[in-house]
């Protein structure tokens, strides 16, 4: 979050958002007073992006236990959301305890979305947040998994409707297996965690390097189109490849973003 | 839609100032978000 300030403080108008911060490492009364810290700095254009990250980070590199993650979200989000808003939290959970409230002056609430990629997630977050954000996950996913849970959700819980971000790797090259090669070297780390794999899954594909959006300007137009007809609400490109590569896909961005 | 710029280190380690330089790239095409991870993986310099 940290860096996410770092990087709206000279933007003026752009929205600036963490996809995502880990939960476990951090109580969401300290992370409620980061994210109303930034939200007051940058005007209300601050959207706090949180997820329960996965087994071989929180238990292997930070020690902590990752045991029922979506019960665990479940009680984060009880506590973080009220704080965010400037309310006072009651939790007493099974590993979430919270009895406070923050005193930030000028804070606005900042968005909150979650990453979420099963079901249960995806309920979850559409029944307590502003929405979800995924990554790695097509359009098919999103047409018949994401968009469908995340609706019905937000519908009973009597929220608007949810954001759907769909974050994707995106390399506008003449050179498509230059990429593909370059896109499995750099995203491979995500075919070994199971989350993603199921996730894969459901899109028929079998790593990241073939979710990754790779190919000419024209060719990938209509594949970024499908993504708003599948329901999502924001496309986030990650552009990798060379400079010229990253460059052409940012172009691509630019124009999208003056017709969608 | 509205499109946004996801920049990260987890395909590789970035300084801060590079993550502020795509942050303002992506102002400057007009984009409607820009995204950014910190992850813990990658080494930061």
Redesign the interface.
């Known amino acids: 979050m940290?860096?996410?300030l770092?990087?709206?403080l000279?933007?003026?108008?752009?929205?600036?958002?963490?996809?995502?911060t880990?939960i476990h490492p951090r109580h969401p009364a300290a992370l409620a007073q980061q994210a109303r810290s930034v939200a007051s700095l940058t005007a209300g254009r601050f959207?706090l992006?949180v997820g329960a990250s996965h087994r071989v980070?929180v238990e292997h590199?930070?020690g902590l236990s990752y045991d029922a993650p979506k019960s665990y979200m479940k009680e984060y989000l009880d506590a973080l959301v009220p704080l965010l808003a400037g309310e006072h939290a009651q939790v007493a959970g099974e590993r979430i305890r919270a009895n406070t409230h923050l005193a930030v002056p000028d804070a606005v609430t900042p968005g909150l979305v979650v990453a979420a990629l099963g079901p249960k997630m995806i309920d979850l977050a559409a029944r307590s947040t502003d929405g979800i954000?995924t990554w790695l996950v097509g359009p098919a996913s999103i047409a018949d998994v994401v968009a469908p849970i995340a609706n019905t959700a937000a519908d009973d819980a009597q929220r608007a409707a949810p954001r759907i971000?769909a974050?994707?790797p995106l390399c506008v090259t003449s050179n498509a297996a230059a990429a593909h090669q370059l896109a499995t070297s750099?995203?491979g780390?995500y075919d070994q965690l199971p989350a993603y794999r199921d996730a894969l899954a459901r899109d028929h594909l079998t790593s990241a390097a073939d979710a990754s959006l790779i190919g000419t300007a024209d060719d990938l137009t209509d594949r970024i189109h499908a993504?708003?007809n599948a329901g999502?609400?924001?496309?986030?490109?990650?552009?990798?490849g060379t400079t010229g590569e990253q460059h052409n896909s940012?172009?691509l961005?630019?124009q999208?973003?003056?017709e969608? | 839609?509205?499109?946004?710029?996801?920049?990260?280190d987890?395909?590789?380690a970035k300084s801060?100032g590079d993550?502020?330089a795509?942050?303002?790239?992506?102002?400057e095409?007009?984009?409607?978000?820009?995204?950014?991870?910190?992850t813990?993986?990658a080494t930061t310099p």
Do not use: C
């Open positions: 940290t860096m996410a770092a990087a709206a000279r933007p003026e108008q752009i929205e600036v958002g963490t996809n995502v880990p959207t992006g980070l590199a930070w954000t971000v974050g994707i750099l995203f780390y993504y708003r999502a609400t924001d496309f986030a490109a990650f552009p990798f940012l172009a961005l630019s999208l973003s003056k969608l | 839609m509205r499109i946004g710029f996801f920049d990260g987890m395909a590789g801060a993550f502020v795509n942050a303002i790239a992506a102002e095409a007009g984009l409607d978000s820009y995204w950014s991870l910190r813990s993986q």
